[in-house]
């Protein structure tokens, strides 16, 4: 299973479809599960710290959990593909965190396993939703075997 928990809605109807559409493609694969945590709008420090306490109430004990961190460690579709395929023979759930405007809290990091970033470069929460499930899709993708753009 897949799960993502990320700080804030989507507004745009142009995203939501994109999201929709890859909920729906990634069905063949796994189950996925989308959570959305508030986004708080009081001062950046106090911000991190209640959106990390509404992120970790939806974190269980034995799952996986990587962190979505400018910091993080870049791999190219190849070896993310390996590494989910590794985490997913370990534990029974992967759980990706998308962080708030502020970045993740200490804690959220600390409860985390593994640190990914996709780039250097800052993305709309929003759209980085949809690029984080167009990867996951293409994970799917490239562990059985089958053709998909690159």
């Given at each position: 299973m897949i799960k993502i928990?990320?700080?804030g809605k989507i507004k745009e109807k142009f995203?939501?479809?994109a999201i929709l559409e890859y909920e729906k493609r990634l069905q063949k694969y796994t189950k996925l599960e989308i959570i959305e945590v508030p986004d708080f709008s009081l001062d950046p420090s106090y911000n991190k710290e209640r959106e990390g306490e509404h992120i970790l109430?939806?974190?269980k004990e034995k799952?996986?959990?990587i962190t979505l961190n400018i910091k993080g460690t870049m791999f190219d579709s190849i070896s993310l593909s390996e590494k989910l395929q590794e985490i997913k023979m370990r534990a029974g759930t992967v759980t990706f965190i998308i962080g708030g405007s502020n970045g993740l809290s200490d804690a959220v990091l600390k409860r985390g396993n593994f640190s990914l970033?996709?780039?250097?470069?800052?993305?709309p929460h929003q759209l980085f939703r949809i690029i984080l499930l167009e990867q996951i899709y293409r994970s799917f993708k490239i562990e059985n075997n089958e053709s998909y753009h690159k």
């Amino acid at each position: 299973m897949i799960k993502i928990i990320c700080v804030g809605k989507i507004k745009e109807k142009f995203y939501r479809e994109a999201i929709l559409e890859y909920e729906k493609r990634l069905q063949k694969y796994t189950k996925l599960e989308i959570i959305e945590v508030p986004d708080f709008s009081l001062d950046p420090s106090y911000n991190k710290e209640r959106e990390g306490e509404h992120i970790l109430n939806h974190i269980k004990e034995k799952e996986y959990v990587i962190t979505l961190n400018i910091k993080g460690t870049m791999f190219d579709s190849i070896s993310l593909s390996e590494k989910l395929q590794e985490i997913k023979m370990r534990a029974g759930t992967v759980t990706f965190i998308i962080g708030g405007s502020n970045g993740l809290s200490d804690a959220v990091l600390k409860r985390g396993n593994f640190s990914l970033s996709f780039s250097k470069l800052t993305f709309p929460h929003q759209l980085f939703r949809i690029i984080l499930l167009e990867q996951i899709y293409r994970s799917f993708k490239i562990e059985n075997n089958e053709s998909y753009h690159k």
